[in-house]
């Protein structure tokens, strides 16, 4: 999930899972992607591109089925493997996160200060390690997109829906380029972890943590904790803190994945498809 970019959000979860439901599945086969396994298990490159993988599940789909955490990983290998996004793990996840649009907004909204779950983080970092291995999640072929059942981005109108898996609803691209054969670019060779820096969230993390122990928080310490404008997410929500409910004058923005990238116009072109497909409908 990302938070720039023009979208269309309905702000009632109820009427934003019923306009979801009333964009068909795509006709045809979904497509099946070779296994992954262009990175030596034990490599330094593979330890760092694991961490990259297991944060984006946990981060993304902690509370998910297994299936639905698979779903997620093969997202971020197929993108790896498509040329109109970065060409490794760790680029593919942290695309963007020192910019205004971040592709995974974990990555730029200070969800990273908070200690993962137990249980949760074992399971991704099983489902990433499995995914890194070779395992295929076929249920979303294809697909290099996902979002929430409860929005609506605009681009989801642009793009092939292949199917839903709890509350992710997944998409490939249209035409040639969410083909298997389009996914031909070569993982780069290289992974690299970018660090987290809490200091601009640890006021925000501090003021959780003592709210989460009873404790009251300090009014100049209050003052300090005001939520960053990119924060989007519930504060129960450990996989996406996205509070769409009425009144809270906040408003999500997801970015076309169509417009995100030149390397998308370009795989078009050499494809033979043609245009890119319009993106103001």
């Known amino acids: 999930m ?9 702000a009632n979860a109820a009427s934003a899972e019923a306009r ?10 979904l497509g099946t992607m070779a296994p992954f396994r262009a990175i030596a298990a034990g490599s330094s490159a593979y330890t ?5 993988l297991t944060e984006a599940i946990y981060y993304e789909a902690a509370n998910e089925s297994v299936r639905g955490k698979r779903g997620v990983a093969q997202v971020i290998l197929n993108r790896v493997r498509h040329p109109a996004y970065p060409s490794s793990v760790c680029g593919v996840v942290y695309q963007g996160y020192t910019d205004a ?28 390690a499995a995914a890194l291995g070779g395992y295929v999640e076929t249920s979303v072929g294809t ?28 998409y490939r691209l249209p035409g040639g380029a969410g083909r298997p054969m389009a996914f031909a670019a070569r993982w ?24 989460e122990e009873g ?8 003052a300090a904790v005001v939520r960053d404008v990119t924060d989007r997410r519930a504060d129960n929500d450990v996989g996406g803190r996205m509070d769409v409910s009425a009144g809270t004058g906040w408003q999500l923005s997801i970015p076309d994945p169509v417009n995100a990238s030149n390397g998308y116009r370009a795989a078009l072109r050499e494809q033979g498809d043609g245009a890119a497909p319009a993106t103001d409908r």
């Open 20 to 29: 979801n439901a009333e964009i068909p599945f795509a006709a045809g086969a």
């Open 101 to 128: 649009v971040c592709q995974f907004s974990y990555t730029c909204d200070g969800s990273l200060a908070r200690r993962p779950m137990d249980r949760q983080w074992r399971e991704s970092r099983e489902v990433a």
């Open 143 to 170: 697909a290099t997109n996902y979002h929430a059942d409860y929005v609506v981005p605009y681009w989801a109108f642009t793009l092939d829906k292949v199917v839903q898996e709890g509350r992710h609803i997944f």
């Open 215 to 222: 404790l009251s928080v300090e009014p100049s310490a209050a």
């Open 188 to 211: 780069t060779g290289r992974e690299f972890h970018p660090s987290f820096n809490p200091a601009r969230f640890a006021a925000m993390a501090e003021a959780e943590a003592l709210a």
């Open 48 to 52: 760092t591109a694991l961490g990259c």
């Open 2 to 10: 990302t938070v720039q970019g023009e979208a269309l959000v309905v």
